[in-house]
């Protein structure tokens, strides 16, 4: 489980103060599919950045399955995120350099996941995904359709317990968009991972739950029926 408790988070610059998180508490169930919506800067990116240790909330708490991430100092937050978060994001950040093979195995070998064990899970991702014959292409040769599928492959490849994605359908087609969110439920089920995605998508928001609608960096409303992943 998920358990977010009174978050608050507030940004300060030469244009004044903003405050993107206001108390906000909530939780999400293991294996879960849960929709994080609201309008353009409402807070959303900055909860899920929260949630994946990349933004230290000033006051509250994050847990993540019994680990009280803002309690770790900073090595073991770094470890905790390599081994169980995966993160997708708008545009894919994938590494230009490297390969679609190359990509999906680099969180591989930063948990010492190498040799045999790290060609089968790559080849198993890739086949998957359906990316078998783009292994070996660079970022720049695949269409944006295949830039997320191996974004989704690169985060979960590790067998991540969360995986954290921010509207990563923004830049994509219906149809393509639904190829890749169909996806991430499918191998979140697979790999028993739990899904929290940031979106504008209502066909993606039908379909999950808990589903967070943020207002102001407030948590305006929280509904949590629905099916698992």
Do not use: W
Request: include cysteine.
């Amino acid at each position: 489980m998920i358990q977010v408790d009174g978050v608050t988070k507030t940004f300060r610059s030469g244009r004044g103060t903003v405050r993107a998180l206001r108390d906000a508490t909530f939780s999400v169930d293991a294996v879960q599919f849960a929709a994080v919506i609201g309008k353009s800067g409402s807070g959303k990116s900055t909860l899920l950045n929260c949630l994946g240790g990349l933004e230290p909330p000033d006051s509250g708490t994050v847990r993540c399955f019994g680990t009280s991430l803002y309690s770790l100092n900073h090595h073991e937050r770094s470890r905790f995120q390599r081994r169980h978060i995966g993160f997708i994001f708008q545009r894919g950040n994938l590494l230009s350099y490297l390969t679609v093979a190359e990509n999906i195995g680099f969180p591989l070998s930063l948990n010492n996941i190498t040799g045999n064990d790290q060609t089968r899970r790559i080849d198993e991702l890739l086949d998957r995904t359906g990316l078998l014959a783009a292994a070996r292409a660079l970022p720049h040769e695949l269409s944006g359709g295949e830039t997320q599928r191996v974004a989704v492959a690169r985060a979960i490849a590790h067998h991540p317990k969360i995986l954290l994605a921010d509207e990563p359908t923004a830049n994509l087609d219906t149809a393509t968009g639904r190829q890749v969110v169909r996806l991430m439920q499918d191998m979140g089920q697979t790999d028993q991972c739990t899904i929290i995605m940031v979106t504008h998508d209502l066909e993606v928001v039908e379909a999950a739950a808990p589903i967070i609608y943020l207002r102001d960096g407030r948590i305006h409303d929280y509904n949590n029926g629905g099916a698992r992943v």
